[in-house]
Nanobody, 115 residues
Framework: QVQLVEFGGGLVQPGGSLRLSCRAS????????MGWYRQAPEKERELVAT???????NYADSVKGRFTISRDYAGKSVDLQMNSLKPEDTAVYYC?????????WGKGTLVTVSS
């Protein structure tokens, strides 16, 4: 079993920065991807970024150049550095770990971008 806990959400002004962190417990393998997804009000959950190794990352077009995903060497934590935040980035952000077709999710952390 895998448990994921997110940290770091909050209120930030447009153009500001936030860093989200996700800590995992249980049996994880660094070969399997971890990532961040988000869900805005009345919208479907969407991919933000995923990572396996430090050089194997994937980003949604909407966050490329603004967000950076990173993962620790043991593969048990994943961070998301978010810069140049926009109001449309407002959402609940969820940490994800995928293994053998099974998705594990955290409970989410709210990011609000507003002046």
């Amino acid at each position: 079993q895998v448990q994921l806990v997110e940290f770091g959400g909050g209120l930030v002004q447009p153009g500001g920065s936030l860093r989200l962190s996700c800590r995992a417990s249980g049996t994880l393998y660094s070969i399997n991807p971890m990532g961040w997804y988000r869900q805005a009000p009345e919208k479907e959950r969407e991919l933000v970024a995923t990572i396996t190794t430090s050089t194997n990352t994937n980003y949604a077009d909407s966050v490329k150049g603004r967000f950076t995903i990173s993962r620790d060497y043991a593969g048990k934590s994943v961070d998301l550095q978010m810069n140049s935040l926009k109001p449309e980035d407002t959402a609940v952000y969820y940490c994800n770990y995928t293994r053998v077709g099974t998705d594990y999710w955290g409970k989410g952390t709210l990011v609000t971008v507003s002046s």
